[in-house]
Each structure stands twice: as structure tokens, then as C-alpha cells.
């Protein structure tokens, strides 16, 4: 399918801007670029409640932002984990889409500030993001959330954690999951699938800037071949809760979130995956500018209706 009108012109206008390739620039300039350049909804969705508190983690206390639908509690509980290639984003980055899927969800969502890299390599992001998820199902309440209601979601590198801490949940132990939720989402250390061929530039997210991303996160082999940096090459995937798989059509990611898709399924997991045509990494959080970011924050807000109502 060709490109989006809306997203040509996005990337046309970032041609224009001239913001030199992430991959050329040291992190803490890309993370000052990417808050000087964030594109925000004039008017972010209005819930009934934003809170700013921190929880304990492995290595001293986590940042999260909690947002609380309108209706009376308990809600639904979302750990949301956000994009950035593990390197830059924070809570403010993906503030709207919060807002927006705890309205579509009709759930509590916990938006989680994890450990950055290169400050913080592996397995730092995703010891704090298996923190998150267990610290939730033990305190639900005090959010205004039913631990028996609880799931997770992320974007990019964001769904790359959420699907991790599933694992971890599985593997180590933790509160039962009821879905979990994954936009583009990181899954393997490989840069030479198809989609990365097909897109590795032009497209916004390059390949260049994703091997920039992993270099600062999990350089060793070693660690970017663990399946809790790379979970498709996790050996079982029996025993996860249920999927939805958003994938982009020009994303380097493309491929292998879909082969985790099919994984999962093979593996026996219940999972839905769907291809957004036209679009490109990172359009889930244009809800001011695609039409497609409010479908994709739609469709996840009704399956994690229909999982939590199940």
C-alpha cells in the first residue's frame, strides 16, 4: 500500500526541519531533541485523575504516572511501558496516549519511567519493568485497580518490556496477567529481516538509529541474544497471557513483530495481530495528527475490555 498522505507529510516536514540522524548524536542530545521536537494534542484527553508518585524498584524508587478513567472504582489495571529504544521518551512523551487508552480501556493505566540507557544497560529496564508489573498486582488498590483485572502494553521498546515482563511473570513468578498489549514492538537483535531492508531509511525510525538503540542497551551479544531482550528467540512461549500485535507497514520493526505473533500462536497464546497499512514506527502516538493512532488506541482499549471482562 503507498504511504499515508498525513505521513508523507510528517516526514516531509522533519526532512524540512533538518534534525541531524539520532544515531550521530549522544544520548542526552537526543533526548533533548526529542522534547523540543514532541509532537502533543493541543488538548490532551481529559481523565478524571492524574497522579505523579514513584514506587520501589531494584535499584531505588521508579517514577510512574497513574491515569484513572471516569466511573467508580475498582478499574481495570494497564503497566504501560513506553517507547524509546530503551534510550530516550519518558513519561511526558507518551502522557496523551496514556490518557487516551485509560479513557478507551476503561482502566487505571500506570505508566512506568524505567531506567534508561547507556546510563543503565540490560537488564536494568526489564528488572524494572518485571518490578512494575508484581509491585501493581500487590497494590492495585491503591490505585484504584483490581489486581485480578491486570494486564500490560507498550510501544516499541516499550512492548519489547511489557512482553518481557510477561515472560519474567511466567518464569519467576508474579501476578496473573490477563493480556497484554504490544504496538511495534521490539523483539529481536536482527537487523536484516525483510522490513529492515525494505525500510531502513526514510521512514523515520532507521536502521542505523535502531542499532544506535541497541548498541547503548544490551551491546554484549550475549545479552541482546537473551530472550528477555530479545523474546522471540525465548525457546517456550506457552503460558503468556493473551496478545494483541500492532504492526506498522513501513517499520523496520515490521517483521519481527509479527513472527512474535506467530510465535505466540503457534506456542498456543490466544493473539491477534494487525498490519496499520500506510503508516510508519511511531504512529500510535500521533493521535493529533492520524487517524490511525485513534484506531490502534481503540482497537487495544476494546481488547483489553474484552480480556478484562472475560
Not at 502522557?95 to 480501556?105: F, K
Not at 530472550?227 to 500485535?245: M, Q
Amino acid at each position: 500500500m503507498a504511504l499515508d498522505p498525513k505521513v508523507k507529510a510528517v516526514l516531509d516536514m522533519l526532512a524540512a526541519a533538518g534534525a541531524p540522524p539520532l544515531n550521530t548524536l549522544a544520548p542526552e542530545e537526543a533526548r533533548r531533541l526529542m522534547k523540543a521536537g514532541r509532537l502533543m494534542p493541543p488538548q490532551p484527553d481529559p481523565v478524571a485523575r492524574v497522579e505523579d508518585r514513584t514506587i520501589p524498584g531494584p535499584a531505588g524508587e521508579i517514577p510512574v504516572r497513574v491515569y484513572t478513567p471516569a466511573g467508580s472504582p475498582p478499574f481495570p489495571l494497564v503497566v504501560f511501558f513506553h517507547g524509546g529504544g530503551w534510550v530516550i521518551c519518558d513519561l511526558d512523551t507518551h502522557d496523551p496516549v496514556c490518557r487516551a487508552l485509560a479513557n478507551a480501556a476503561g482502566a487505571v493505566v500506570m505508566s512506568v519511567d524505567y531506567r534508561l540507557a547507556p546510563e543503565h544497560r540490560f537488564p536494568a529496564a526489564a528488572e524494572d519493568a518485571y518490578a512494575a508489573v508484581c509491585w501493581a498486582g500487590a497494590h492495585a488498590a491503591e490505585l484504584g485497580g483490581d489486581a485480578a483485572r491486570l494486564a500490560v502494553a507498550g510501544d516499541s521498546a516499550g512492548g519489547n518490556l511489557a512482553t518481557v515482563a510477561a515472560l519474567m511473570v511466567r518464569d519467576r513468578g508474579g501476578p496473573p496477567l490477563r493480556f497484554q498489549a504490544l504496538v511495534y514492538p521490539v523483539t529481536d537483535c536482527n537487523f536484516e529481516t525483510p522490513s529492515y531492508r525494505e525500510n531502513a531509511e526514510g521512514y523515520m525510525l532507521t536502521r542505523d538509529a535502531m542499532r544506535w538503540f541497541w548498541s547503548h542497551y544490551a551491546p554484549g551479544e550475549a545479552d541482546a541474544a537473551s530472550p528477555y531482550a530479545s523474546p522471540l528467540r525465548a525457546p517456550d512461549l506457552r503460558g503468556l497471557p493473551p496478545a494483541l500485535v500492532i504492526t506498522a507497514e513501513f517499520d523496520p520493526l515490521r517483521d519481527e513483530g509479527e513472527a512474535y505473533a506467530r510465535r505466540l500462536q503457534e506456542a498456543g497464546v490466544p493473539t491477534v495481530l494487525t498490519r496499520y497499512d500506510g503508516v510508519i514506527h511511531g504512529f500510535f502516538t500521533m493521535l493529533d495528527i492520524l487517524d490511525q493512532a485513534r484506531q490502534a488506541v481503540d482497537q487495544v482499549g476494546a481488547a483489553l475490555r474484552r480480556a478484562f471482562s472475560e
